[in-house]
Structure formats: C-alpha cells, structure tokens
C-alpha cells in the first residue's frame, strides 16, 4: 500500500500541479501586499487575512485536481487494471491514494504557507503596526485547521470519485460541498443574529439545522483568528472540531470502500 502511496505522491508531482501552485503562490503573494497596503492602521493583519483566505481557496483547487488526477482518470483510462493488480486490496488502494493526496496537500500548504510567512515577515519590517499578528504558534495552528479542512473535502471528493463515471464530478460537486461546508457555520450565525430578517430566519433556519446531520461544519476549522488577531486558543472547541473532522473523514473513506469493492470495472 505504501508503494502505491509514494507512486500516487511521484505521479502527482510529476503533474502540472505544482508548477500551477508555484503561479498560483506568487499571485496569492501580490494580492495580500497589495490588500495590506490599502490598509492604514493594520497593514500585516489584512495582508494576512487576504493571503489564508486565498491559500485555503488555491490548495482547495489543488487537492480536488490531484483527486481527480490520481482516480477519476484512472477510472477513465482504464489504467486502474494494472493499479489493482498489485497485491492489495481495493480498499487499501483507495487509502493509498487518499494518503497521496493528503501529503500533497500538506507540502503544498507547507510551500505556501512559508512563503506567506516570509513575505509577512518581510512586509512587516517596513510597515510596522501597534499590534502586530500572531505569526508563531498561532499561524501554524491556522495552518493545521486549513489542511483538517482539505483532508475532509479530499474524502469527500474520493467518496464521489469510487462511485462517478464522469472524472470531472468529484471535482465539481467536491468543490460545491467544500462551499456548503464552509459557509454553514458563518450562514446560520448570521440568520440568528438581530441583524436577520425574520422572514430569511424563518424560511431557511429549519433546513440549515438538519444540514448539521450529514454536512460538517468547516468553519470550526478556520482558526485564523488566533493567528490574525493572538486570541486564546479555545481547546475544547477545537479539540472537537478535529474529532468531528476526523470522524467524518473515516465515515466518507469508509463508505468509498465499500462501494469501490463492489464496483464493477467491466
């Protein structure tokens, strides 16, 4: 199984991923300097907020890619025959790829995530502000939660991948559930603020609560806030939010391989 993991981690950066990513980072960069300069009073801290909430959008793209181009082709080309005929099961071979994507999407967010850190740090120095953020502990905290987040939509979309038989599915509907599973949270608070139409309350409350049973609430992961602003890490709710990241992650992954080992290829 392992073998099939660094095979799936040589295929996905043979690809045009990582070139990609390399674009996609130096844009990522100019945009937080320039959203940061726009800003009088706390430059470092819109720079910040503009380059996570641009790194989560970005790597997002990137896992649901390495997703589709790890086993939805597969599945198309039909090359997924000389795959299963190594000595594995289905099912580790599916947990082989979801460890391919899932280290992929860690080193892309180790790429990214330094190179914001330096840039920061550089930016820093020349436009200082009276509280600066948090870009120790609390930054590679906000680092943990995006890629909690990815591993989720990663499961997600291999769930879509071992059942579809158009390649582009995973990554379209994966992207749609990564949209709806983090704006559930944010969406729900904001319909039980005063700031809420009665009638938006009313009409769409009842339907978002149910959500809660089959959709995760992603928006417990984004802990930006520490980094942005050097909060208190709240422990209980995050150790919560892993739990319920992780239980979702082995729920999706293991109904992906169910399904995988009854599917037939002929």
């Known amino acids: 199984m392992f073998e099939l993991t660094a095979l799936g981690m040589r295929a996905g950066i043979r690809g045009q991923g990582f070139r990609i990513l390399l674009l996609i980072t130096l844009a990522l960069l100019g945009v937080a300097l320039l959203a940061g300069n726009f800003s009088g009073r706390q430059p470092l801290t819109v720079a910040l907020d503009v380059g996570l909430s641009g790194l989560r959008f970005v790597l997002l793209l990137m896992a649901l890619l390495w997703v589709q181009d790890l086993l939805a082709r597969d599945i198309e080309r039909k090359t997924i025959y000389f795959l299963l005929a190594y000595p594995v099961t289905r099912s580790q071979f599916l947990f082989s790829r979801f460890l391919a994507v899932a280290v992929l999407s860690g080193g892309a967010l180790v790429f990214v995530g330094l190179a914001l850190w330096l840039v920061l740090y550089l930016f820093g120095s020349s436009h200082p502000q009276l509280q600066p953020p948090a870009l120790g502990m609390p930054y590679m905290m906000s680092l943990l939660g995006i890629w909690l987040d990815l591993l989720v939509v990663v499961a997600f979309a291999i769930l879509l991948a071992s059942i579809s038989t158009t390649p582009y599915l995973p990554l379209l509907l994966g992207f749609a559930f990564a949209l709806a599973a983090r704006g559930l949270g944010p969406t ?28 995760p609430d992603l928006s417990r992961l984004d802990w930006r806030a520490l980094a942005l602003y050097g909060l208190t890490p709240d422990m209980p709710a995050m150790v919560l939010a892993v739990l319920n990241a992780a239980a979702y992650i082995v729920l999706l992954l293991t109904l992906a391989a169910v399904v ?6 002929t």
């Open 188 to 215: 729900i608070s904001h319909l039980r603020s005063a700031r809420s139409d009665p009638l938006h309350e009313a009409l769409f409350s009842p339907v978002l609560e149910h959500a809660y049973a089959w959709l």
């Open 260 to 265: 995988f080992q009854r599917r037939n290829f």
